[in-house]
């Protein structure tokens, strides 16, 4: 199967060389097939959905409720659970808003050392408005979660945790299972940012027993603009609505207002309908390649990416070495250069990679460095593309010697 002919952008040249996009958990790139979709529904179906009883306002909104069905059964949850939002940042900051409602005084919200600002900042700032405190678990030499540490952090007072399943800069995958035990002995709630990990492994949400989990579209294929906010039913139905508008009433009087049923009272507001049409094209178009295989190729490229770059002299990995538990995402500082430098060098051959913190200063001042490159694969990488990375690299630093 040659994948890369899916992707009509990877067909391009970059400076005069073959594109070779190694940024993929920036955003991946679009198939074919999803950009049919989307030509396919506005040539076709386009209206509004929920408001019209015309032909093209069922189809689009029989397409829209198709796309929640889609998602579900991809990460084995309930239709009623799945939250359409403009993605792992609206999704985690609805949380904050709606649950951070019922924070008290001293309770304690439990975040990591590795969180993404998208699960930290709304936290922070919903903590300071009710007096709530911010905990962090550290990390360990090896890029970790300190489970042991957490182990001391979780207490009584925890009310929420909030953690990565994969970081963004190292590539770690969290111990999510042991972590949602720990939180339910004691009686708090366990979200899950699975903006990197949904995209390249099989999630499943009632396996991992978390109680929220967010990620988004543009990261696995889809468009921008659509992401999920998954949530166990019982829970969605005791939280108030993060915003209020069409789409998610059942009745307005002069004095109360009563919501709509699951999901449609958190999706106020005309939806992205176009999004949720391409994220389940996109769901489709990985199932037809099998999740495994694309779980199986990205590991074997990561493996092989670590050791041609471990052999580079002065290149430090920041993530851990070994395959287990790690994504196909490598972080990597040069000794004597500045990320956006090298990023600049490998922009002139063609090549696509990520330079600076990552929206992830916590975890940058906990390594004591500025920034990294990052290099981040997908289905549509090869041996080749990381080859020419490497070749990229050493002319980087030749330059710069
Ligand atoms: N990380 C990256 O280059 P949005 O932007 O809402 O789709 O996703 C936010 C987000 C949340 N959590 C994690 C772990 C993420 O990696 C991201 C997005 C991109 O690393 C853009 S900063």
């Known amino acids: 199967m040659n994948i890369k002919q899916d992707f009509p952008i990877l067909k391009q040249k970059i400076h005069g060389k073959e594109l070779i996009y190694l940024d993929n958990s920036a955003t991946t790139q679009k198939p074919k097939q999803v950009i049919q979709a989307l030509k396919d529904y506005y040539e076709r179906d386009n209206a509004n959905v929920h408001r019209g009883v015309h032909e093209l306002s069922m189809r689009a909104s029989m397409a829209y409720e198709n796309a929640h069905q889609v998602v579900a059964d991809f990460i084995n949850a309930d239709f009623e659970e799945i939250i359409f939002t403009k993605g792992t940042t609206e999704s985690l900051n609805t949380l904050a808003y709606s649950l951070g409602r019922t924070l008290k005084k001293d309770d304690e919200i439990l975040l990591s050392e590795m969180e993404h600002h998208s699960n930290f900042v709304p936290w922070q700032q919903i903590a300071k408005e009710k007096g709530a405190k911010i905990k962090c678990i550290p990390l360990t030499k090896d890029f970790r979660l300190d489970m042991k540490a957490a182990e001391k952090l979780i207490t009584k007072k925890t009310k929420i945790i909030s953690i990565t399943h994969c970081s963004n800069v190292l590539g770690t995958i969290n111990p999510i299972k042991e972590l949602a035990k720990k939180a339910h002995n004691m009686g708090a709630l366990l979200i899950v940012d699975a903006a990197q990990s949904v995209p390249h492994m099989k999630v499943d949400i009632r396996d991992l027993d978390c109680d929220f989990l967010a990620f988004s579209g543009h990261k696995m294929f889809a468009p921008t603009g659509i992401g999920v906010l998954y949530g166990k039913k019982k829970l969605l139905e005791t939280l108030q609505p993060f915003q209020y508008g069409g789409g998610m009433i059942q009745e307005v009087t002069l004095e109360k207002t009563t919501w709509k049923e699951l999901p449609w009272k958190f999706e106020a507001g005309t939806p992205n309908i176009e999004g949720a049409i391409g994220l389940a094209k996109a769901i489709e178009y990985i199932n ?51 990320p956006h430098d090298v990023g600049e060098i490998l922009n002139q051959e063609g090549i696509a990679i990520r330079g600076g913190n990552h929206c992830a200063m916590p975890l940058m001042t906990s390594l004591k460095i500025n920034g990294t490159n990052r290099a981040s694969f997908h289905i549509y990488n090869n041996k080749q593309d990381i080859d020419a990375l490497v070749k990229a690299i050493q002319k980087a630093q030749d330059i710069f010697k």
């Open 288 to 338: 037809t390649i099998g999740m495994k295989n694309i779980e199986k190729h990205n590991q074997e490229l990561t493996a092989y990416a670590i050791k041609q770059l471990s052999a580079i002299k002065n290149l430090t990995i920041i993530g851990p070495k070994e395959n287990k538990d790690r994504a196909a995402v490598i972080s990597f500082t040069l000794e004597g250069l500045h």
